[in-house]
């Protein structure tokens, strides 16, 4: 039988529009809240981290590639090449509006005045960035998060390979609230991270062109320890990792967990997180 080319190439090319038709349908029925982003606005200071200096991504470029994800919320998250920077999200969170708050770095002795400050334009955690190269010993962080949580309310997000976090299990789930990013990077680390689950950790359901896990299956694990625990996030502009945020990794997540917990997922575990009065 005879194939005829051009009518093989506008069959794909149908497929494929169809495809990408479903995804816009799907993105205009779905509210998600972005748990983990970055605005690179070189305005304000960047300092090189380990050699690395990143791009110019100011807010709208972050703005023009979620609009079609449906992303309609969000948490701007501070980066190791943004250090004790405020003045970026100072500038930025005023213009993002309700649903959106920050997740800033700052100095240990940041006094308790400036913290109330950084609270009232949105700020709502403090991130501490183990993996990139802050040096915390355990004492500093659990010091840091308490008085956070007690002056402003915020929560602590803590950056590392979840695997050197095992001997502070007991510590770290004393704390109010941890969350751990990027699913805690290691498949050395989710046994620990699945006990700091179990224990009332979040987990951000993020970076997976930069985690080495196994993705779907640390996702149902994750879940099924604790429905309320995933918060997913693009970790746009995907800065240092192997392979940036793709639109089929919503579809991951969808496809994984299924609508009701990945609905949780994508808006209301990061709602009651982030303590935004939207309507759920």
């Known amino acids: 039988m005879r194939i005829d080319r051009r009518n093989l ?3 794909g090319a149908a497929l494929a529009l169809g495809a990408a038709s479903s995804r816009i349908a799907a993105a205009q029925q779905r509210r998600l809240f972005d748990s983990h982003c970055h605005i690179i606005d070189h305005r304000f200071p960047i ?15 972050y703005q023009a590639q979620v609009k079609p994800l449906g992303v309609v919320g969000g948490a ?13 999200l100072m500038d930025v969170l005023p213009k993002l509006g309700p649903n959106w708050v920050g997740v800033t770095q700052i100095p240990n002795d940041l006094p308790d005045a400036e913290i109330v400050k950084l609270g009232a334009i949105g700020v709502r955690a ?8 802050r040096i915390d010993s355990a004492d500093n962080i659990v010091a840091l998060a308490t008085r956070c949580h007690a ?28 969350v751990i990013d990027h ?20 987990v951000k359901a993020t970076g997976f062109g930069r985690a080495k896990v196994d993705v779907p299956k640390t996702l149902e694990r994750i879940a099924q320890k604790n429905p ?40 209301d575990n990061a709602i009651a997180l982030y303590k935004i009065k939207a309507d759920r």
């Open 183 to 202: 699913l805690g990077m290691t498949e050395a680390g989710v046994p620990v991270l699945l006990d700091l689950v179990a224990a009332g950790c979040k």
């Open 76 to 88: 701007v998250v501070s980066g190791s090449f943004q250090a004790n920077d405020q003045t970026y």
């Open 151 to 178: 002056v402003a309310g915020w929560h602590s997000e803590i950056y590392a390979d979840a695997a050197a976090l095992k001997p502070f299990v007991d510590r770290l789930s004393k704390l109010p609230q941890i």
């Open 47 to 61: 300092v090189a981290n380990q050699g690395y200096t990143p791009p110019h991504f100011p807010l709208d470029a």
């Open 228 to 267: 309320a625990a995933l918060v997913f996030g693009t970790d746009i502009p995907s800065t240092r990792a192997e392979r940036p945020f793709l639109a089929s990794d919503i579809d991951l997540v969808e496809k994984v967990l299924g609508p009701e917990l990945a609905k949780k997922a994508m808006w």
């Open 9 to 11: 190439l506008l069959g």
């Open 126 to 133: 403090v991130r501490f960035n183990v993996f990139r190269g």
